[in-house]
């Protein structure tokens, strides 16, 4: 039941700037950590950017001062607020969580991903 979904991508002009949303949705009893992955043809998946319960960041060098990660704990949500894509910020980007679901163990979770095209 516990699910990710995921929002935002598509094709963007170089400079310019999009977000990305991620909600988890479901009977929820907590939630850890939560990350936004990036995969290209050419690599594996790798971690762009993740956020703690409290706050606390993390970012891919190549992404530090243009990206931002965010939390609505709230909500249940995270957002990815990039600024100035180029092209080395293409591919597709997926969301993860560790959550606690309605057996209260934790997991991995994973959204389906969204495409990010950088044109130039």
């Known amino acids: 039941q516990v699910e990710l979904v995921q929002s935002g991508g598509g094709l963007v002009q170089a400079g310019g700037s999009s977000r990305l949303s991620c909600l988890a949705s479901?009977?929820?009893?907590?939630?850890?950590?939560m990350a936004w992955y990036r995969q290209t043809p050419g690599s594996t998946r790798a971690l762009v950017a993740s956020i703690s319960p409290t706050g606390n960041t993390d970012y891919q060098e190549s992404v530090k001062g243009r990206f931002t990660i965010s939390r609505n704990s709230a909500e249940k949500q995270i957002y990815l607020e990039m600024n100035n894509l180029q092209r080395a910020d293409a591919g597709v980007c997926t969301c993860?969580?560790?959550?606690?679901?309605?057996?209260?163990?934790?997991?991995?979770?994973w959204g389906l991903g969204t495409q990010v095209t950088v044109a130039s």
């Open positions: 479901g009977v929820i009893n907590d939630i850890g950590v």
């Open positions: 993860y969580a560790w959550i606690r679901g309605p057996l209260f163990s934790y997991g991995d979770y």
